[in-house]
């Protein structure tokens, strides 16, 4: 359950934090009091796109805070795959806003905002103001549809998904593959040309890295002869020069031994160091001897690395990319070659791809058929506890002309909400405050398969009024047994059974603007739902009829807090 909420420099809010109960939580307040800013700020949270200007005027940031507790093991095995560590089942999501981007954490760690949003799914489902005008999209129904049956679907939706990308890329494959015999003829002949272009190069890997040390070397010979001749002089065996000086100091310390045995460690280590310069010399002498033909070298090196430049001009920016598109062409070639047996074989894989797809996409049609039926008749009897007494609900399937990663199905929910009316889908036949209320009626049947513990509704209450009233304050009241329940509204028949109540307020000094939130007492909840019911003028008989309405609704309930 949402534990907590800290917003702060947020729209117009200053700074608050609320805190929230288990059940049904209350939200209510003035038309503009800034009800609806509280789901805003938690939806940004959770990673919803949120405008610069959403940051408090002279304020370098926004911040909100989520604080949720969990026993979920769908949470925890997500939360162990990102690696981020739990503590007393608390799960902390926090983003700050700053003008030029946002920083999301998750339990004190930084994450992105695909992780925030792939955690909070499984802890918190949001209904905002027009969520329900959702329903008149027909995608949205096999979405529900399927929420309703994961359990029996498993895994079959991305193995279908999986299938689906397999057989698109066949058949695009299939579709380009249809060409002319001199078309063919004309592709052979140009396969041919640049496979025998890249392989009659000999092409081995690294080899451009190494041709391109050997071109510096040898474009710069002449320095480095001359260079490497001037060490050898100063270290050689002519007079004064070094290998001389260190040959006399050798045979001077070869002398001085005689007299004194201790000095046989010295004479060692200058000896070592005439050997290391001797060898040093010979290596030298060497390497001068082979950059004596240095310009015949440099030729060779500079048209190899022409040839591999022209190569990579055409076939890759570097040599691996040159082998793979001399690869490529391989396989094309064997294709056209072979271009009746390549067709046969990838109408063949096309087919089968084609029936694995037909059977994956039928094993989800059947599953749907069967638990839709289960689905609507639940609808159904929560529907009329919402007070459609003559509703009949259902769900019609009708096979799709194409595929898709969601099968084959084209199904909605239709609806007839008057005796004797047929039955029409819900665009045709539902209003604003009825789809309000047919959304509700599908939340509290996907609330008894869910695990999702937290479930925010932003004035579910539109278009109702009186006994209808009545019977969604109900509904969410039977939802907020198994679940926790946060509920903006304007209809003192649902705040009424509220089990934390919260007001909405909003204050200016003529400056600026603030909105606070506070939990009320027992007595501030009377007043509360006066205010609601009588409007500006609260006689004591709108105080006693928001008593008696508060009585009413804490009998009714089949929990205890």
């Known amino acids: 359950m949402l534990i907590s909420l800290h917003v702060k420099n947020f729209a117009i809010i200053n700074e608050v934090e609320i805190y929230f109960k288990n059940h049904l939580n209350i939200l209510t307040g003035e038309t503009g009091a800034g009800k609806s800013i509280i789901i805003d700020s938690i939806n940004c ?272 920016a570097d040599i691996e990319k040159i082998i793979k598109h001399c690869q490529e062409c391989e396989e094309k070639l064997l294709k056209y070659k072979d271009y009746d047996i390549y067709m046969d074989k990838l109408k063949a894989s096309l087919s089968e791809k084609e029936k694995e797809l037909e059977d994956l996409s039928k094993r989800l049609s059947d599953i749907r058929k069967s638990k839709a039926k289960e689905l609507t008749a639940k609808i159904k009897e929560a529907l009329i506890s919402l007070n459609f007494l003559d509703v009949k609900f259902d769900m019609t399937f009708e096979r799709s002309s194409t595929y898709s990663a969601d099968g084959y199905d084209d199904a909605e929910f239709i609806i007839s909400t008057n005796p004797g009316e047929e039955m029409k889908s819900l665009s045709k036949v539902a209003s604003g405050g009825e789809l309000s209320r047919i959304m509700l009626g599908i939340k509290s049947v996907l609330a008894e398969k869910d695990e999702i513990e937290s479930l925010i509704f932003d004035e579910i209450d539109t278009g109702i009024s009186g006994r209808t009233a009545q019977k969604v304050s109900e509904q969410l009241s039977e939802i907020a047994r198994h679940h926790q329940i946060i509920c903006i509204t304007h209809l003192a028949q649902i705040a009424a059974m509220a089990d934390a109540h919260f007001i909405i307020e909003k204050e200016t000094d003529g400056k600026t603007t603030q909105t606070h939130i506070r939990e009320l007492n027992e007595n501030q909840i009377i007043e509360e739902l006066a205010r609601i019911l009588g409007g500006a003028v609260i006689t004591d008989r709108v105080l006693e009829n928001a008593k008696e309405m508060k009585e009413l609704a804490s009998s009714s309930k089949k929990y205890k807090m």
Not at 81 to 104: G, T
């Open 45 to 316: 949270a959770l990673g919803a796109k949120v405008s610069k200007d959403i940051i408090r005027k002279g304020a370098d940031f926004a911040l909100v805070e989520l604080v949720f507790e969990t026993k979920s093991p769908a949470v925890f095995e997500a939360m162990n795959s990102f690696d981020i560590p739990m503590e007393d089942n608390l799960v902390i999501i926090s983003r700050k806003i700053m003008p030029n981007r946002s920083i999301y954490k998750l339990n004190g760690e930084n994450v992105t905002r695909n992780i925030i949003s792939s955690v909070a799914q499984l802890l918190i489902d949001i209904h905002g103001q027009h969520e329900h005008q959702s329903l008149l999209n027909k995608a949205k129904h096999l979405e529900i549809v399927d929420r309703f049956a994961k359990d029996e679907l498993g895994s079959l939706k991305e193995e279908l998904s999986i299938c689906y990308k397999d057989y698109i890329r066949l058949k695009q494959e299939y579709d380009s593959a249809g060409i002319d015999e001199e078309q063919r003829l004309r592709e052979v002949s140009f396969l041919e040309y640049e496979i025998n272009e890249i392989k009659s190069a000999a092409l081995t890997s690294g080899e451009d890295e190494e041709l391109g040390a050997l071109y510096k070397k040898y474009a710069n010979a002449h320095t480095i002869s001359e260079g490497l001749q001037t060490i050898y002089n100063l270290t050689g065996y002519n007079l004064n020069e070094a290998g001389d000086n260190i040959g006399r100091a050798v045979r001077q310390m070869a002398k001085l031994v005689e007299y004194d045995e201790k000095l046989n460690g010295l004479l060692g280590q200058i000896t070592d160091v005439e050997e290391l310069l001797n060898d040093f010399n010979r290596d030298l002498s060497q390497y001068l001897s082979d950059m004596d033909n240095y310009e015949e070298e440099l030729n060779e090196v500079t048209k190899r690395l022409d040839l591999i430049n022209h190569l990579k001009q055409k076939y890759g």
